[in-house]
């Protein structure tokens, strides 16, 4: 840690122990992005908090410093959301629509079939409705075992957009959320116009869940980037010659071929620069990590997937500056 990153831990210190909840807020904005040491000992501190005071400013660092998403901080932040929760009610309304995002990838690993209905309950009562279907990808994204008793109550909500994501989810509607290479084409978003008339890189999303597989999908093309998804792994090797993607986005668990064997055959097929391979996993499962350099995976995230962690590790991967 630099003398820099020394005098800034120190400031935010002093605040913290003064209470000044929203000049470490400000404080934050301005932590170094090159030092991870500051952000880790932060982490640290906001640790021996109370619930109240410490767990929104936990949140708002992960909002800063995309890089402290991992699995160790995802079961810290769950623990400290066993001890207290009932404060969830009293902190949910003073976060910002970037903390709320972090809270709900959290609570949505969480595995309790009680406490996240209870939880469920709670957001729709007390946050904004233009968060729920934030909250309802969240629950899609973790592959929860009991994801589905919550998305049935959010699927009866009147708001139309979190509603239909939810019912979708459960198989309730017709028209399902795939977005599989072979779909027919849907009118093109201005963002995905300008993503193909600036040739943006193309992205593979490979992954047997359809529904994973579509709102990822879907969160790569608001990023700015081309997208095909493929259900079966087959399927994408079989287009990887032809369309030379720039990176595949590829799940673990897969029942034809793992995102470790997928990576191994994208290294050895027939193209001139085989492809940046990513693998995405939840929080609960370790792989190896000598297995993982071996098939030549670059880096791992870990669902549910959030958006400014994608876009970091996209960004990094295709050389791209990332936005202020």
């Known amino acids: ?3 820099h ?19 470490v807020r ?3 904005e301005r ?3 090159a030092s991870q040491a500051v952000s880790e000992t932060l982490l640290s501190d906001l640790n021996d908090l109370t619930f109240k005071d410490g767990f929104p400013l936990v949140l708002t660092l992960l909002s800063k410093d995309h890089r402290l998403f991992r699995p160790n901080v995802y079961r810290l932040a769950s623990a400290k959301l066993y001890r207290e929760p009932d404060t969830l009610s009293e902190i949910i ?4 629509q970037e903390e709320a995002e972090v809270l709900f990838h959290i609570m949505a690993m969480l595995p309790r079939e009680a406490q996240l209905q209870k939880w469920n309950q709670t957001l729709i009562r007390c946050m904004r409705p233009a968060w729920l279907p934030l909250w309802a990808e969240a629950l899609l994204c973790a592959e929860n075992p009991h994801a589905r008793a919550a998305l049935t109550l959010l699927s009866r909500y009147p708001h139309p957009h979190t509603a239909k994501i939810a019912a979708d989810a459960l198989g309730l509607n017709d028209d399902t959320l795939e977005t599989t290479h072979d779909q027919a084409d849907e009118p093109k978003t201005e963002v995905e116009v300008e993503a193909e008339a600036n040739q943006a890189p193309l992205i593979f999303v ?22 095909q998804s493929f259900h079966h ?22 029942p034809e071929c793992d995102g470790t064997e997928l990576a191994r055959r994208i290294r ?28 030549g995976i670059k880096q791992v995230i870990f669902k549910p997937i959030n958006k400014n962690v994608l876009q970091m590790t996209l960004s990094e991967h295709l050389n791209i500056a990332q936005p202020l």
């Open 5 to 23: 990153g020394r005098s800034l831990l120190k400031l935010i210190n002093d605040q913290l122990r003064q209470g000044n909840w929203e000049r």
């Open 31 to 33: 932590l170094p992005k």
């Open 206 to 227: 490979v992954d047997d869940s359809r529904t994973i597989l579509a709102m990822v999908s879907r969160l790569i093309k608001k990023l700015g980037f081309q997208v």
């Open 268 to 295: 050895m097929a027939p193209v001139k620069q085989p492809p940046t391979v990513i693998l995405m996993t939840t929080p609960n499962e370790n792989p190896n990590v000598q297995h993982l350099e071996d098939a």
């Open 93 to 96: 309304g003073g976060l910002s």
């Open 1 to 3: 840690m630099d003398s």
């Open 233 to 254: 792994p087959p399927d994408a090797l079989e287009a990887l010659p032809t369309t030379c993607p720039d990176l595949v986005l590829t799940d673990l668990n897969m």
């Open 26 to 28: 400000f404080l934050f």
